[in-house]
C-alpha cells in the first residue's frame, strides 16, 4: 500500500505546516517543513476543507516524487486534478530526458466536489515586470492579489516589498493577499540538482518547481473566494525554448477542484509588458515602483546594480522613461552609467535567457524616438558574445562547486559574497 505524499498537517492560527513522506527525508531532499502563513490574508485556514489545504504541499512535493520513484498517495481524487498532474509530469519528462520521471503519485478515495464558483479570479503577484502587467492587461476582472513573501528574504526588504504592494493594491481599488512561506527553500535544492538541470544550468526551483510550487499555495484562498482562475505571470515567450519550470505546457495544468492556473502573457516579451506598462496606463494610474531584484539587500527592494535590475532599468530607459520613477534609486545619467560601467568592467553575467532579453532591448532601442542618445550608442554596439561567454565559464565553476564543496563552505561564501554586495549598496547611498 502507498504512503501518504503529505505525512502530516498542522493547522496553527492562520499557520500550515507540512510534513513529507518519510522518503524525501531519507534521501535528504528536505531542509525544513513546508509551512504557509495565511494571517495577512481574509482567509481562516480553520475553515478550508482539507483537501484544499493539501494542495500547496502536493504541487510542490508531486514533482519530487516523480524524479524519485517514490510511490505515494494522494487521499481524495480529483480528474482535472490527476490528468493536469499527468500532463505535468509528461512535460518534465520531455524537457528533461535524462530523468526518469515514473508515475508513482496515485490517487485514492473520494471525488471531490467542485466548490461554487464566483467567477472571481486571483493574480500571483510579486512587484515585477510579468505580474505587473499581467494585472494590467486583467485589470477589468478586478483580480484579487496573492504576493508571496519568502522565508529567506532580508526582513527590511520584506517590509519594503509589502509597503510597495500595498501602495499598488490601494491605487487600482484591489484586495491584496500576503502570504508568507518558505515554499522556495524547504527543500534541499543542493540535492535535487539533477543532470539534467545542471546541463541547463538552472536549478530545481527554476526548472521545475517554481510554476505549479507558486500558483497552488493560492488554492486555499481562491476555495475561499470563490475563484475559478488563477493567473501566473509568463516569464518568457514562444521564442525562447530553454526549459523552464513555468511554461504553458506546465502552468496551464495545474488545476484543482474549481479553479485553474493560467499562463499569463505568453504573447508578450518582457520589453513589450514595459512598454504596455509605459504606454498603456489607466487614466490617472501613477507609476508602479517595480521589484525586480532577485537578491535584494541593505533593506532595499531593488539594488539597482545586479544584472536583472540592469537590464529592466534599461528597458525602462529604451521606452524614455526615469528608472527613479520605477522604483530603481538611480536617475536616467546615473543609471546609463552604472549600465556602462559594469559591461565594460565585465560585471555583468547573463546567460541563455537574459542574452534574449539584452537582444530585445537592443532592438526596441534601435527603433524607439524615446531612448536616451548615449543608451541607443552603447546598445548598438554592444556585443553580449563575450559577456555570455565568460558567464558560462564562471557557471560551470560554479556547478563543480555545488556538487564538491561541503554545504558549510558553500554557504560561507555566499555570505562573504552577500556581504561584499551590501557594501556595495550601502557605499552607493552615500
Same mark, same amino acid.
Given at each position: ?21 518519510? %522518503?524525501?527525508?531519507?534521501? $535528504? ?26 494542495? /500547496? ?42 530523468? @526518469?520521471?515514473?508515475?508513482? &503519485? ?7 466536489? =467542485?466548490?461554487?464558483?464566483? $467567477? =472571481? ?5 510579486? %512587484? ?10 486583467? #485589470? ?35 484586495? #491584496? ?14 540535492? #535535487?540538482?539533477? /543532470? ?8 530545481? +526551483? ?12 493560492? !488554492? ?5 473566494? $470563490? ?16 526549459? +523552464?519550470?513555468?511554461? /504553458? ?35 490617472? +494610474?501613477?507609476?508602479?515602483?517595480? !521589484? ?11 539594488? *539597482? ?8 532599468? @534599461?528597458?525602462?530607459?529604451?521606452? $524614455? ?12 545619467? @546615473? ?12 560585471? &555583468? %553575467? ?7 532579453? +539584452? ?8 527603433? *524607439?524616438?524615446?531612448? /536616451? ?33 561541503? #554545504? ?23
Amino acid at each position: 500500500m502507498a504512503r501518504p505524499l503529505v505525512a502530516s498537517m498542522n493547522v496553527k492560527g492562520a499557520t500550515v505546516t507540512y510534513e513529507a513522506a518519510q %522518503g524525501f527525508h531519507d534521501r $535528504g531532499l528536505i531542509r525544513e517543513p513546508l509551512f504557509i502563513d495565511y494571517s495577512n490574508t481574509e482567509i481562516d485556514p480553520s475553515q478550508v476543507p482539507r483537501e484544499f489545504l493539501l494542495l /500547496p504541499a502536493i504541487f510542490n512535493l508531486a514533482p519530487v516524487a516523480w524524479a524519485w520513484g517514490f510511490e505515494l498517495e494522494v487521499p481524495f481524487r480529483c480528474k482535472s486534478m490527476q490528468q493536469g498532474l499527468d500532463e505535468i509530469r509528461r512535460e518534465f519528462a520531455r524537457l528533461y530526458p535524462q530523468t @526518469t520521471w515514473h508515475d508513482s &503519485v496515485s490517487f485514492s478515495g473520494v471525488e471531490l466536489d =467542485n466548490p461554487e464558483s464566483r $467567477g =472571481n479570479a486571483l493574480a500571483m503577484y510579486s %512587484g515585477g515586470v510579468d505580474s505587473v502587467a499581467t494585472i494590467l492587461r486583467h #485589470l477589468e476582472e478586478k483580480p484579487e492579489l496573492v504576493l508571496l513573501e519568502m522565508s529567506r528574504t532580508e526582513a527590511a526588504a520584506k517590509v519594503n516589498a509589502r509597503q510597495r504592494a500595498q501602495q499598488f493594491a490601494a491605487s487600482l481599488d484591489l484586495i #491584496l493577499h500576503v502570504v508568507s512561506t518558505n515554499v522556495g527553500s524547504f527543500l534541499d535544492q543542493r540535492n #535535487l540538482y539533477l /543532470p539534467d538541470l545542471q546541463k541547463e544550468r538552472i536549478s530545481w +526551483w527554476s526548472g521545475v518547481q517554481h510554476g505549479p510550487g507558486i500558483s497552488a499555495t493560492a !488554492a486555499p484562498i481562491a476555495w475561499a473566494n $470563490g475563484a475559478d482562475r488563477v493567473y501566473l505571470a509568463a516569464s518568457y515567450t514562444k521564442t525562447f525554448q530553454s526549459p +523552464w519550470g513555468s511554461a /504553458p505546457e506546465i502552468d496551464d495544468h495545474v488545476a484543482w477542484p474549481g479553479t485553474r492556473v493560467i499562463h499569463d502573457s505568453f504573447d508578450w516579451s518582457r520589453q513589450e509588458k514595459l512598454r504596455h506598462l509605459v504606454h498603456d496606463r489607466p487614466s490617472g +494610474w501613477s507609476r508602479p515602483f517595480l !521589484a525586480v531584484c532577485t537578491r535584494p539587500l541593505a533593506g532595499q527592494v531593488n539594488c *539597482s546594480r545586479c544584472e536583472k535590475c540592469l537590464r529592466t532599468m @534599461t528597458g525602462l530607459m529604451a521606452e $524614455g522613461e526615469s528608472p527613479a520613477d520605477w522604483g530603481f534609486d538611480a536617475d536616467i545619467e @546615473t543609471a546609463i552609467d552604472r549600465v556602462t560601467s559594469a559591461f565594460e568592467k565585465n560585471k &555583468v %553575467g547573463i546567460l541563455d535567457d537574459q542574452v534574449f532579453m +539584452w537582444t530585445d532591448i537592443q532592438r526596441r532601442a534601435e527603433n *524607439s524616438e524615446s531612448c /536616451p542618445p548615449r543608451l541607443c550608442g552603447f546598445l548598438a554596439q554592444l556585443n553580449l558574445e563575450p559577456h555570455y561567454a565568460r558567464t558560462m565559464r564562471k557557471t560551470r565553476l560554479m556547478i563543480a562547486a555545488r556538487t564538491m564543496l561541503p #554545504l558549510p563552505l558553500l554557504n560561507l561564501l555566499r555570505g562573504y559574497k552577500n556581504r561584499k554586495r551590501e557594501r556595495a549598496i550601502r557605499a552607493g547611498h552615500h
